[in-house]
Protein backbone atom coordinates (compact mmCIF):
# COMPACT_ATOMS: atom_id res chain seq x y z
CA UNK A 1 0.00 0.00 0.00
CA UNK A 2 0.92 3.78 -0.91
CA UNK A 3 -0.29 6.98 0.38
CA UNK A 4 -0.11 9.23 -2.09
CA UNK A 5 -1.81 13.06 -2.70
CA UNK A 6 -3.89 14.41 -4.88
CA UNK A 7 -1.85 17.00 -6.59
CA UNK A 8 -4.46 17.37 -9.54
CA UNK A 9 -7.68 16.83 -10.51
CA UNK A 10 -8.80 17.90 -14.05
CA UNK A 11 -11.43 17.65 -16.03
CA UNK A 12 -10.58 15.89 -19.50
CA UNK A 13 -14.40 15.77 -21.47
CA UNK A 14 -17.36 15.45 -20.57
CA UNK A 15 -18.11 13.11 -17.17
CA UNK A 16 -14.37 12.49 -17.44
CA UNK A 17 -11.88 13.44 -15.01
CA UNK A 18 -8.31 12.93 -14.26
CA UNK A 19 -6.23 12.80 -11.61
CA UNK A 20 -2.41 12.95 -11.11
CA UNK A 21 -1.00 11.15 -7.84
CA UNK A 22 2.37 11.95 -6.10
CA UNK A 23 3.94 10.29 -2.92
CA UNK A 24 2.82 11.83 -0.33
CA UNK A 25 6.35 11.61 1.74
CA UNK A 26 7.43 13.27 -1.91
CA UNK A 27 10.26 10.11 -2.90
CA UNK A 28 9.72 8.56 -6.35
CA UNK A 29 6.94 5.99 -7.04
CA UNK A 30 6.87 2.61 -7.76
CA UNK A 31 8.01 1.86 -11.68
CA UNK A 32 5.15 0.20 -13.37
CA UNK A 33 5.02 -1.31 -16.94
CA UNK A 34 2.39 -0.40 -19.64
CA UNK A 35 -0.56 -2.05 -18.75
CA UNK A 36 -0.58 -2.00 -15.26
CA UNK A 37 -3.23 -0.66 -12.96
CA UNK A 38 -3.81 0.65 -9.37
CA UNK A 39 -6.21 -0.43 -6.80
CA UNK A 40 -7.84 3.11 -5.13
CA UNK A 41 -9.32 2.76 -1.66
CA UNK A 42 -11.77 5.74 -2.11
CA UNK A 43 -13.62 5.30 1.45
CA UNK A 44 -14.38 2.03 3.70
CA UNK A 45 -15.11 -1.11 1.72
CA UNK A 46 -15.10 0.48 -1.46
CA UNK A 47 -12.03 0.14 -4.19
CA UNK A 48 -11.75 0.32 -7.70
CA UNK A 49 -9.25 -0.44 -9.94
CA UNK A 50 -7.64 2.30 -12.88
CA UNK A 51 -5.56 1.91 -15.58
CA UNK A 52 -2.61 4.10 -15.45
CA UNK A 53 -2.07 5.97 -17.99
CA UNK A 54 1.10 8.44 -17.99
CA UNK A 55 4.57 7.50 -19.57
CA UNK A 56 6.10 4.60 -17.53
CA UNK A 57 9.29 6.19 -17.38
CA UNK A 58 7.75 8.73 -15.41
CA UNK A 59 8.55 8.21 -11.42
CA UNK A 60 6.77 11.44 -9.87
CA UNK A 61 3.73 10.56 -10.86
CA UNK A 62 0.68 8.43 -11.82
CA UNK A 63 -2.27 9.36 -13.70
CA UNK A 64 -5.57 8.01 -13.83
CA UNK A 65 -8.66 9.15 -15.42
CA UNK A 66 -12.02 8.30 -15.08
CA UNK A 67 -15.40 8.10 -16.52
CA UNK A 68 -18.48 8.87 -14.63
CA UNK A 69 -20.76 5.90 -15.23
CA UNK A 70 -24.46 6.06 -14.56
CA UNK A 71 -24.90 2.43 -13.62
CA UNK A 72 -21.97 3.54 -11.03
CA UNK A 73 -21.61 0.70 -8.63
CA UNK A 74 -20.32 4.02 -6.14
CA UNK A 75 -16.85 4.14 -7.21
CA UNK A 76 -16.68 6.32 -10.37
CA UNK A 77 -19.05 8.62 -8.82
CA UNK A 78 -17.43 8.51 -5.44
CA UNK A 79 -14.02 9.75 -7.49
CA UNK A 80 -15.90 12.27 -9.47
CA UNK A 81 -18.06 14.28 -6.21
CA UNK A 82 -15.92 13.02 -3.23
CA UNK A 83 -12.35 12.95 -4.04
CA UNK A 84 -10.61 16.02 -4.65
CA UNK A 85 -7.30 18.25 -5.02
CA UNK A 86 -4.91 17.84 -2.21
CA UNK A 87 -6.52 15.03 -0.33
CA UNK A 88 -4.57 11.60 0.25
CA UNK A 89 -5.41 8.67 -0.80
CA UNK A 90 -4.12 5.13 -0.03
CA UNK A 91 -3.44 3.04 -3.20
CA UNK A 92 -2.09 -0.45 -4.12
CA UNK A 93 1.36 -0.85 -6.34
CA UNK A 94 0.81 -1.09 -10.03
CA UNK A 95 -0.21 -4.29 -11.02
CA UNK A 96 -0.16 -5.60 -14.85
CA UNK A 97 -3.03 -8.13 -15.73
CA UNK A 98 -2.53 -6.48 -19.32
CA UNK A 99 0.97 -6.64 -20.75
CA UNK A 100 2.38 -5.80 -24.05
CA UNK A 101 3.76 -8.50 -25.46
CA UNK A 102 7.31 -8.50 -26.18
CA UNK A 103 7.96 -10.87 -28.77
CA UNK A 104 5.33 -9.34 -31.52
CA UNK A 105 7.38 -6.84 -34.50
CA UNK A 106 4.13 -4.57 -34.56
CA UNK A 107 1.45 -3.81 -32.02
CA UNK A 108 -2.57 -2.66 -33.00
CA UNK A 109 -3.98 -0.59 -30.30
CA UNK A 110 -7.60 -0.26 -29.83
CA UNK A 111 -8.69 2.23 -27.16
CA UNK A 112 -12.92 2.86 -26.80
CA UNK A 113 -13.74 5.77 -24.97
CA UNK A 114 -12.11 6.05 -21.50
CA UNK A 115 -10.39 2.18 -22.81
CA UNK A 116 -7.93 5.00 -24.32
CA UNK A 117 -6.56 4.93 -20.69
CA UNK A 118 -4.27 1.76 -20.52
CA UNK A 119 -3.42 2.23 -24.43
CA UNK A 120 -1.55 6.09 -23.80
CA UNK A 121 1.10 4.45 -21.57
CA UNK A 122 1.10 1.20 -23.89
CA UNK A 123 2.05 3.68 -26.93
CA UNK A 124 4.53 5.61 -24.75
CA UNK A 125 6.55 2.39 -24.03
CA UNK A 126 6.43 1.43 -27.71
CA UNK A 127 7.58 4.35 -28.70
CA UNK A 128 10.18 4.86 -26.67
CA UNK A 129 11.24 0.82 -27.75
CA UNK A 130 10.83 2.76 -31.12
CA UNK A 131 8.29 -0.19 -31.77
CA UNK A 132 6.64 -0.51 -35.19
CA UNK A 133 2.60 0.71 -33.80
CA UNK A 134 -0.88 2.05 -34.62
CA UNK A 135 -3.15 3.61 -31.80
CA UNK A 136 -6.70 3.62 -32.78
CA UNK A 137 -8.91 6.05 -30.38
CA UNK A 138 -13.03 5.21 -31.07
CA UNK A 139 -15.00 7.77 -29.09
CA UNK A 140 -18.65 8.81 -29.34
CA UNK A 141 -18.25 12.72 -29.92
CA UNK A 142 -15.74 15.52 -29.69
CA UNK A 143 -17.13 16.48 -26.04
CA UNK A 144 -16.49 13.26 -24.55
CA UNK A 145 -12.74 12.44 -26.24
CA UNK A 146 -10.14 13.31 -23.12
CA UNK A 147 -6.81 13.41 -24.28
CA UNK A 148 -6.89 14.55 -27.70
CA UNK A 149 -5.48 18.28 -27.61
CA UNK A 150 -2.81 16.39 -25.09
CA UNK A 151 -2.16 14.03 -28.13
CA UNK A 152 -1.54 16.49 -30.68
CA UNK A 153 1.83 17.08 -28.44
CA UNK A 154 2.98 13.55 -27.96
CA UNK A 155 6.02 11.56 -29.86
CA UNK A 156 3.48 9.21 -31.11
CA UNK A 157 1.08 11.61 -32.28
CA UNK A 158 1.80 10.43 -36.43
CA UNK A 159 0.81 6.93 -35.62
CA UNK A 160 -2.98 7.97 -33.88
CA UNK A 161 -6.06 7.17 -35.70
CA UNK A 162 -9.22 9.20 -34.15
CA UNK A 163 -12.30 7.63 -34.99
CA UNK A 164 -15.69 9.91 -34.36
CA UNK A 165 -18.77 7.70 -33.93
CA UNK A 166 -20.82 10.73 -34.00
CA UNK A 167 -18.62 11.87 -37.61
CA UNK A 168 -18.21 11.40 -41.10
CA UNK A 169 -18.58 7.97 -42.31
CA UNK A 170 -14.96 7.78 -44.07
CA UNK A 171 -12.98 8.31 -41.02
CA UNK A 172 -15.23 5.69 -38.60
CA UNK A 173 -13.09 2.65 -37.73
CA UNK A 174 -13.76 -0.45 -40.04
CA UNK A 175 -12.53 -3.55 -37.81
CA UNK A 176 -13.07 -6.00 -40.32
CA UNK A 177 -11.57 -4.24 -43.28
CA UNK A 178 -8.10 -3.44 -41.10
CA UNK A 179 -8.06 -6.83 -39.43
CA UNK A 180 -8.74 -8.98 -42.65
CA UNK A 181 -5.72 -10.37 -43.16
CA UNK A 182 -4.23 -12.18 -39.67
CA UNK A 183 -0.62 -11.15 -38.87
CA UNK A 184 1.80 -13.96 -36.95
CA UNK A 185 3.61 -11.38 -35.81
CA UNK A 186 1.11 -8.02 -35.15
CA UNK A 187 -0.46 -8.49 -31.34
CA UNK A 188 -3.81 -6.89 -30.80
CA UNK A 189 -4.66 -5.19 -27.67
CA UNK A 190 -8.03 -4.07 -26.98
CA UNK A 191 -10.11 -2.01 -23.85
CA UNK A 192 -13.31 0.06 -23.65
CA UNK A 193 -16.53 -0.62 -23.65
CA UNK A 194 -18.66 -4.09 -23.88
CA UNK A 195 -19.98 -3.19 -27.26
CA UNK A 196 -16.62 -2.17 -28.64
CA UNK A 197 -14.89 -4.51 -27.25
CA UNK A 198 -17.38 -7.24 -29.07
CA UNK A 199 -16.59 -5.39 -32.42
CA UNK A 200 -12.81 -5.18 -32.19
CA UNK A 201 -13.02 -9.18 -30.68
CA UNK A 202 -15.71 -10.46 -33.28
CA UNK A 203 -13.79 -8.77 -36.38
CA UNK A 204 -10.39 -10.53 -35.06
CA UNK A 205 -12.68 -13.59 -34.47
CA UNK A 206 -13.66 -13.93 -37.78
CA UNK A 207 -10.97 -13.18 -39.56
CA UNK A 208 -9.40 -15.94 -38.17
CA UNK A 209 -6.57 -13.74 -35.40
CA UNK A 210 -5.34 -16.43 -33.09
CA UNK A 211 -6.34 -15.78 -29.55
CA UNK A 212 -2.96 -15.77 -28.23
CA UNK A 213 -2.39 -12.71 -30.19
CA UNK A 214 -5.70 -11.19 -28.60
CA UNK A 215 -4.61 -9.17 -25.53
CA UNK A 216 -7.97 -7.60 -23.92
CA UNK A 217 -9.26 -5.83 -21.00
CA UNK A 218 -12.57 -5.67 -19.64
CA UNK A 219 -14.37 -2.84 -17.90
CA UNK A 220 -16.50 -4.52 -16.26
CA UNK A 221 -18.37 -7.60 -16.57
CA UNK A 222 -22.27 -8.43 -18.28
CA UNK A 223 -24.46 -8.73 -15.94
CA UNK A 224 -25.03 -12.43 -15.01
CA UNK A 225 -28.05 -14.19 -14.29
CA UNK A 226 -28.10 -15.71 -11.23
CA UNK A 227 -31.57 -17.21 -11.08
CA UNK A 228 -30.84 -20.45 -11.85
CA UNK A 229 -27.60 -20.52 -9.23
CA UNK A 230 -27.28 -23.98 -7.58
CA UNK A 231 -25.68 -24.60 -4.70
CA UNK A 232 -22.57 -27.15 -4.56
CA UNK A 233 -19.44 -28.02 -2.36
CA UNK A 234 -16.03 -27.42 -2.43
CA UNK A 235 -13.06 -28.91 -0.85
CA UNK A 236 -9.63 -27.52 0.09
CA UNK A 237 -6.83 -30.26 -1.54
CA UNK A 238 -4.52 -29.26 1.02
CA UNK A 239 -6.92 -30.00 4.71
CA UNK A 240 -9.58 -31.69 3.18
CA UNK A 241 -11.87 -29.10 4.41
CA UNK A 242 -15.98 -29.05 2.93
CA UNK A 243 -17.48 -25.96 2.40
CA UNK A 244 -21.26 -25.57 1.32
CA UNK A 245 -21.49 -22.45 -1.36
CA UNK A 246 -24.90 -21.57 -1.49
CA UNK A 247 -26.91 -20.16 -4.44
CA UNK A 248 -26.66 -16.71 -3.54
CA UNK A 249 -22.98 -16.47 -2.23
CA UNK A 250 -19.33 -16.72 -4.28
CA UNK A 251 -16.76 -19.51 -3.10
CA UNK A 252 -14.79 -16.15 -2.38
CA UNK A 253 -16.97 -14.83 0.12
CA UNK A 254 -17.53 -18.26 1.74
CA UNK A 255 -13.81 -18.89 1.83
CA UNK A 256 -12.84 -15.75 2.94
CA UNK A 257 -15.34 -15.62 5.79
CA UNK A 258 -13.50 -18.71 6.87
CA UNK A 259 -10.12 -17.10 6.58
CA UNK A 260 -9.03 -18.76 3.62
CA UNK A 261 -7.15 -16.24 1.96
CA UNK A 262 -7.40 -15.72 -1.53
CA UNK A 263 -6.11 -12.69 -3.18
CA UNK A 264 -9.11 -10.57 -5.17
CA UNK A 265 -9.42 -7.15 -6.41
CA UNK A 266 -12.25 -6.80 -9.31
CA UNK A 267 -14.82 -9.19 -7.52
CA UNK A 268 -16.23 -9.49 -11.53
CA UNK A 269 -14.30 -11.90 -13.27
CA UNK A 270 -12.40 -9.76 -15.49
CA UNK A 271 -8.92 -9.00 -13.77
CA UNK A 272 -7.33 -12.52 -12.98
CA UNK A 273 -6.22 -11.50 -9.48
CA UNK A 274 -8.26 -14.69 -8.45
CA UNK A 275 -7.82 -17.69 -10.90
CA UNK A 276 -7.19 -20.68 -8.49
CA UNK A 277 -6.28 -24.24 -9.58
CA UNK A 278 -9.13 -26.66 -9.82
CA UNK A 279 -7.80 -30.10 -9.43
CA UNK A 280 -11.40 -32.02 -9.88
CA UNK A 281 -14.48 -31.50 -10.64
CA UNK A 282 -15.71 -29.09 -13.72
CA UNK A 283 -16.35 -25.65 -13.38
CA UNK A 284 -18.62 -23.43 -14.62
CA UNK A 285 -16.95 -20.59 -15.67
CA UNK A 286 -18.56 -16.91 -15.32
CA UNK A 287 -15.08 -14.99 -16.08
CA UNK A 288 -14.38 -12.78 -18.77
CA UNK A 289 -10.39 -13.23 -17.79
CA UNK A 290 -9.56 -16.84 -19.02
CA UNK A 291 -9.48 -17.59 -23.03
CA UNK A 292 -12.02 -20.01 -24.03
CA UNK A 293 -9.29 -22.60 -24.46
CA UNK A 294 -8.24 -22.07 -20.92
CA UNK A 295 -12.08 -22.51 -19.29
CA UNK A 296 -12.51 -25.43 -21.68
CA UNK A 297 -8.82 -26.99 -19.52
CA UNK A 298 -11.33 -26.84 -16.75
CA UNK A 299 -8.32 -27.00 -14.16
CA UNK A 300 -8.53 -22.96 -13.40
CA UNK A 301 -11.79 -20.78 -11.70
CA UNK A 302 -11.92 -18.07 -10.61
CA UNK A 303 -14.29 -17.67 -7.58
CA UNK A 304 -14.78 -14.48 -7.21
CA UNK A 305 -17.56 -15.51 -9.62
CA UNK A 306 -17.70 -18.81 -11.56
CA UNK A 307 -19.62 -21.71 -9.89
CA UNK A 308 -19.37 -25.18 -10.50
CA UNK A 309 -21.50 -27.94 -13.15
CA UNK A 310 -20.10 -30.87 -10.80
CA UNK A 311 -21.45 -30.91 -7.22
CA UNK A 312 -18.08 -30.57 -5.48
CA UNK A 313 -14.79 -28.97 -6.68
CA UNK A 314 -11.53 -29.63 -5.25
CA UNK A 315 -9.30 -26.93 -5.36
CA UNK A 316 -5.21 -26.68 -4.61
CA UNK A 317 -5.46 -24.79 -1.44
FE1 LIG B 1 -10.87 -10.29 -10.48
FE2 LIG B 1 -11.70 -12.65 -9.51
S1 LIG B 1 -11.03 -10.94 -8.41
S2 LIG B 1 -11.30 -12.14 -11.54
Not at 24 to 44: N, R, V
Not at 225 to 243: I, K
Amino acid sequence: MLQVNVTRKADEAEGICSFELCAADGSALPAFEAGAHIDIHIAEGLTRQYSLCNDPKERHRYLISVLKDPSSRGGSKAMHEQIRSGQTLTISTPRNLFPLDRSANRHLLFGGGIGITPMLAMAYELSHQRADFELHYCFRSSERAAFVAMLAHTPFAGRIKFHDDSGAQRQKLDASALLATPDASTHLYVCGPAGFMNYILNAAQNAGWSQSQVHKEFFAAAPIDESANAPFEVELASTGQVFQIPAERTVFEVLDEACIAIESSCEQGICGTCVTRVLKGIPEHRDKFLTESEQAANDRFTPCCSRAKSSRLVLDL
